[in-house]
């Protein structure tokens, strides 16, 4: 049975007001030099209008407001805007905000913005199709939308072992696609894709089931999944033994493109 949209919410909501400040401090999450890259593919204009779904802690949000004109960080959530609205605050910048909102149905008026943006959160969407067409509609034509999330494996078996133990070690998992699923959403949306990047994550397993506050029962099944992935090569993460830790990877992709108008799309 599909789970509806607002029920999923509701497990997001769990997920993150537990999760919120261990994940802000998340070292993917925070990482200055992951975030500086993500600003340069984008490459807003000083003037220009954006939105970041999904925002969080709002790390991105905040860069992005050195160098554009007006940045919204809209998010689910209240316990990670909480930190978000903190560290605004902190650096005295009046050029962000921080809103509480659905990104499935997103509070904003067609081509409001010039710029839209989603990081790290595509996996965690019921319905992430609906999430990019609602991104899409927010941005005007000619404007920029784009996606940092994990991607795995182009072969479904391994597409779906890294996702099993993915939504065991946090319920508000979904599903992340293969790099081929997100360039179809993309042309689905409507939008050209004119960059892609690919990158790594590297986390240490305890760390991050710690992270995301795993009941010991399916943190217990998680190390079982991923030590049998470190010996037969399940999924593509590649488990390996580091200082007497056992680290995987996880392949992210940065997809950044051009809204069509209505008589581009075919």
Request: hydrophobic fraction near 45%.
């Amino acid at each position: 049975m599909t789970q509806s949209n607002n029920d999923h919410n509701a497990v997001v909501r769990t997920a993150f007001t537990r999760q919120a400040v261990a994940y802000a401090a998340a070292p993917g999450i925070v990482d200055p030099e992951r975030i500086a890259r993500l600003v340069a593919a984008v490459a807003p204009s000083p003037e220009a209008r954006v939105l970041e779904v999904a925002t969080g802690p709002g790390h991105v949000a905040l860069a992005f407001a050195a160098v554009a004109g007006e940045v919204v960080g809209s998010d689910l959530t209240a316990a990670p805007l909480a930190i978000a609205e903190a560290a605004r605050r902190q650096r005295g910048l009046d050029n962000v905000r921080f809103e509480q909102g659905d990104a499935a149905r997103l509070a904003y008026d067609d081509s409001s913005f010039d710029v839209v943006l989603c990081r790290f959160a595509f996996h965690h969407f019921s319905d992430p199709a609906i999430v990019l067409a609602e991104m899409a509609r927010v941005c005007r034509s000619g404007g920029t939308v784009a996606v940092e999330d994990m991607i795995v494996s182009e072969h479904p078996e391994r597409a779906a072992y890294q996702n099993r133990f993915e939504n065991l070690r946090d319920e508000s998992h979904t599903r992340a696609f293969p790099l081929s699923g997100l360039l179809r959403l993309f042309a689905e949306a409507g939008l050209d894709v004119e960059r892609v990047q690919t990158d790594a994550l590297t986390p240490d397993l305890e760390g991050w089931l710690a992270r995301g506050g795993t009941p010991p029962d399916r943190a217990a099944t998680v190390r079982e999944l991923v030590e049998r992935d470190a010996t037969e090569d399940l999924s593509g993460t590649r488990p390996q033994r580091r200082d007497g830790e056992l680290v995987f990877t996880q392949r992210t992709a940065t997809l950044v493109g051009r809204k069509l108008g209505r008589a581009s799309v075919g």
